[in-house]
């Protein structure tokens, strides 16, 4: 026999590893006689799993397993190798852009190239199979500039493999009898199979591709999405990624390395653009067709390539590995014009491919159910494929930082002013005009506990729903100023009826989620008999989407609790299509309804104000306003909120999300970006409809990342109702009190709401006039406070915070009765030890930390 080889596998605890290393070990890959040394190299938290997976490969028994050398220490791993295949990278997690994911990979596999530059023999041959693929491999053989370029490839033969197999099932021949298939470009859904030259054994004679599969709108269409999106076909049913499979084609890849590829035969890989004839730039890592002999590898060249005028084809010529965008590496080879032309050409296929494949799996979606579900969905589906094709065509920030402009004075009007005017005599008139729409659809999850948030009881008893009614059924809000010394304004609302004392029919609409809608239902039939109509509808419900196919998650319609991970509802941006689409905005409109007043229903502060109304209803036809925002003054705790701003002639919503990272800071500036949007919004019932019929409702999508509770990495398109202001004629917002923005998103926020610092009469809240400031105290409750039930028992009583300017409480502590707390008040338990505040305890300007425990007698 020959003299052992030393063979690395990186990320060898992992699954592919586990799949390939028993193949290695038995001789399938470098020979039936050659022996080996396995070096398995891992991180350090993963050397126990490497453990038994060394007891596994000892316990085969393997004749040609000359040693295996576990370890978390490179210069062992990379000591004078023979072959060295890397796996293990970074997997992209949640939240993670690819340029995070690169950067991560960046130091992993320039540390792994520099320590083959240091340890391993200059012949070693080197494949790399963590994603990106491509890209790490390039990153690798640049850290190693005294071993030969074209020692090194990247893994596409898996994708070669899956398109052989493909093409052989739809010849109903062995895979064997297929080769010569292509795979252009990256191991990404960017590749592109090609079998323009690939060849099929039938009947003992060998026929072109085209000639044996007879379908080439199969093989132009169907062939390749499925070959581009088979890993992520496989996550989506094995609920993990592709491990057998990519483990036979490593296997694969090395033996032809090693042996050689057929006469007549070749296969892709990953290697060195350098030098090729089909127009990819220089110094990439390409997948490319080649063939091999004596361990050395050359691009098969010269082939027809007339289809390459296709523009189908352009990605042969210009989809290069992505690496230069994100290292800035030279990328000569092509003009910058012809390079540019092409890319957009192959990024418009792409996209078009995307889409139809997205197409294509909603329809088997709608498939799985009949009747009103199916006609429902399929319309929540119109708007999604709008959503989802306005995504992929976005190609950079929706904003240029240079653009944004302040509003002008007059787009941003005080309070103060449009109060000035007063009432008219004919309140009633403009009530009966008006309608209360409440976003309905979040969870209470956030604050442990199940079921509609709104069902959450927030004061007294009384729920955030029940409050609602009472707001709507008996009072409404008239701001007035009490001028005092200082050079603060103390708030205060005079209270009168609504429906009750107008006279009025003031209705109160809920937009649900398919998670709050039947609780929702449930619990509305304790208002039949109240003085207030309330209709309901449901917003749209969308599909998540894999992260890594873009296609959705979900198999079919069903909310069952395996299936119902699988769709969310799309943001409240979508209250304009889902109102429009559930034909209650026509039904209101035709009752002489003109206006939506629209808050979020955890809002407190948020009730009718007939101010703002009648500013509404009282301008001259031609020139009303169709959309307010209310806004209120930016604090510290405000930074993120969304601000307007002026911006190509028009007022418009500006998220975070939308800021350049290196504008950020600039975009937190209290200084400079003085208000933020309350969600308070006010809109024209005939705009809305206007807007829908036009297909004009252009909102900014916010593509929020997620992981399943499988590990699943997931995307959800979503929109916000706030964006649409640039939409809407004659926009404007109002700078209103910080009192109309009083939301309770946790239960520091629940604290301060059950507090003596607000009183209650008929469904709002009012701050006291006993508070010396018109600010809220801030609060920071920590994890032991997080869910409602616990809070709850944490309070004997809720503490006098009249007189408070700061709380935080960290760790296990509770709270007597009668306690009052002034000024700046810290009570920290280190873990392990527990505070209780005394009955009765007054705490001023105080740090309380330690161990205090009360004990009952």
Not at 52 to 60: F, H, I, K, S, W
Not at 402 to 413: A, L, V
Not at 498 to 520: A, H, Q
Not at 714 to 721: D, F, G, H, K, R
Request: aromatic content about 6%.
């Amino acid at each position: 026999m020959s003299e052992p080889i030393r063979v690395l596998v990186t990320g060898a605890a992992g699954q592919i590893a586990y799949s390939l290393l028993f193949s290695i070990a038995k001789g399938d890959v470098f020979g039936k006689d050659q022996p080996v040394i396995l070096l398995l190299l891992d991180i350090t938290p993963m050397l126990p799993v490497l453990e038994g997976v060394v007891m596994e490969l000892q316990d085969c028994a393997l004749p040609l397993l000359r040693e295996i050398i576990p370890t978390d220490k490179e210069e062992v791993a990379f000591k004078d190798l023979d072959a060295a295949i890397l796996v293990g990278s970074m997997p992209r997690k949640e939240g993670m852009e690819r340029k995070d994911l690169l950067k991560a990979n960046v130091a992993i596999f320039r540390s792994q190239g520099a320590a083959l530059e240091k340890y391993a023999k200059k012949t070693v041959k080197v494949l790399v199979v963590g994603n990106p693929a491509n890209t790490n491999c390039l990153i690798a053989a640049k850290s190693a500039p005294s071993i030969p370029k074209e020692n090194f490839s990247c893994l596409t033969r898996l994708d070669h493999n899956r398109a052989r197999s493909q093409v052989a099932m739809r010849c109903g021949v062995p895979a064997t009898y297929v080769k010569n298939v292509i795979i252009w470009g990256n191991h990404s859904s960017t590749q592109y199979p090609d079998v323009h030259h690939c060849l099929v054994n039938m009947s003992g004679s060998e026929l072109a591709c085209f000639d044996a599969v007879k379908d080439d709108a199969w093989l132009k269409g169907e062939f390749i999405t499925t070959v581009q999106q088979r890993g992520a076909a496989v996550i989506k049913a094995r609920k993990l990624s592709s491990a057998m499979s990519a483990a036979k084609a490593i296997c694969d890849h090395m033996r032809d390395i090693w042996s050689g590829t057929p006469e007549g035969e070749f296969i892709s890989m990953g290697v060195y653009s350098s030098g090729n004839s089909y127009g990819v730039p220089e110094d990439l890592i390409y997948s490319f067709p080649v063939q091999i002999k004596d361990k050395t590898w050359k691009i098969v060249e010269g082939g027809d390539t007339s289809h390459l005028e296709d523009p189908e084809y352009v990605s042969i010529q210009v989809c290069c590995s992505g690496i230069k965008p994100h290292l800035t590496l030279a990328c000569p080879g092509l003009s910058k014009g012809v390079a540019k032309r092409g890319m957009a050409q192959f990024q418009e296929m792409m996209r078009q491919q995307l889409e139809s494949s997205m197409h294509a799996e909603l329809e088997k979606l709608l498939d799985t159910t009949t009747g009103n579900e199916r006609e429902v969905s399929r319309k929540d589906f119109e708007g999604f494929k709008n959503l989802f094709h306005r995504f992929l065509q976005v190609k950079g920030p929706s904003v240029e930082w240079i653009k944004i402009q302040r509003p002008p004075e007059d787009s941003i009007q005080p309070y103060d002013k449009i109060a000035a005017r007063g009432l008219p005599d004919n309140v009633a008139d403009c009530l009966n005009k008006l309608v209360v729409v409440k976003l309905n659809g979040g969870l209470g999850t956030s604050m442990g506990c199940k079921g509609p948030k709104s069902l959450i009881s927030v004061r007294n008893e009384n729920t955030f729903l029940d409050l609602t009614v009472q707001q709507i059924e008996t009072e409404f809000s008239v701001f007035n100023h009490k001028k005092k010394s200082s050079s603060f304004s103390l708030l205060f609302q005079a209270r009168r009826h609504l429906n009750k004392t107008y006279n009025t029919d003031v209705p109160l609409v809920l937009m649900n989620s398919f998670n709050t809608d039947e609780d929702t239902k449930k619990i509305l039939q304790k208002y039949t008999h109240h003085r207030v109509k309330i209709h309901t509808f449901n917003q749209s419900r969308y599909p998540r989407i894999n992260k890594e196919s873009l296609l959705p998650v979900s198999t079919n319609l069903s909310m069952n609790s395996q299936n119902s991970e699988g769709w969310y509802p799309p943001g409240h941006g979508d209250i304009y299509a889902s109102f429009y689409n559930s034909g209650l905005l026509e039904q209101l409109i035709a009752q002489g309804k003109e206006y939506i007043f629209v808050s979020n229903i955890d809002n407190l502060g948020a009730t009718v104000d007939l101010h703002i109304l009648h500013h509404l209803v009282s301008q001259p036809n031609g020139k009303r306003c169709e959309f307010i925002m209310e806004v209120t003054d930016k604090t510290r705790a405000d930074v993120k909120g969304g601000t307007l701003i002026q911006y190509e002639g028009k007022l418009r919503l500006l998220e975070i999300a939308q800021v350049p990272k290196a504008h950020v800071d600039e975009f937190k500036s209290v200084s400079k970006f003085k208000i933020f949007n309350t969600n308070n919004l006010w809109i024209s019932l005939a705009a809305i409809k206007r807007l829908q019929e036009q297909k004009a409702m252009d909102l900014e999508i916010i593509v929020n990342a997620k992981t399943l509770d499988g590990g699943l990495n997931v995307i959800q398109l979503e929109t916000a109702v706030g964006a649409a202001i640039k939409c809407f004629d004659n926009a404007l917002g109002i700078n209103v009190p910080r009192s109309r923005f009083l939301p309770v998103k946790t239960t520091s926020d629940l604290l301060l709401v059950m507090s003596n610092l607000y009183s209650l009469e008929a469904g709002s809240l009012t701050m006291s006039p006993k508070r010396e400031f018109p600010t809220t105290p801030h609060v920071k409750l920590g994890s032991s406070f997080t869910k409602v039930q616990e809070y709850i028992t944490r309070f004997e009583s809720i503490p006098d915070m009249l007189e408070l300017d700061h709380l935080t409480v960290s760790g296990d502590v509770t709270f007597g009765k009668n306690v009052s707390l002034k000024g700046t008040v810290i009570i920290i338990a280190n873990h392990g030890d527990r505070i209780d505040i005394p009955a009765g305890s007054m705490l001023e300007n105080k740090i309380v930390s330690g161990n205090l425990r009360i004990m009952d007698h």
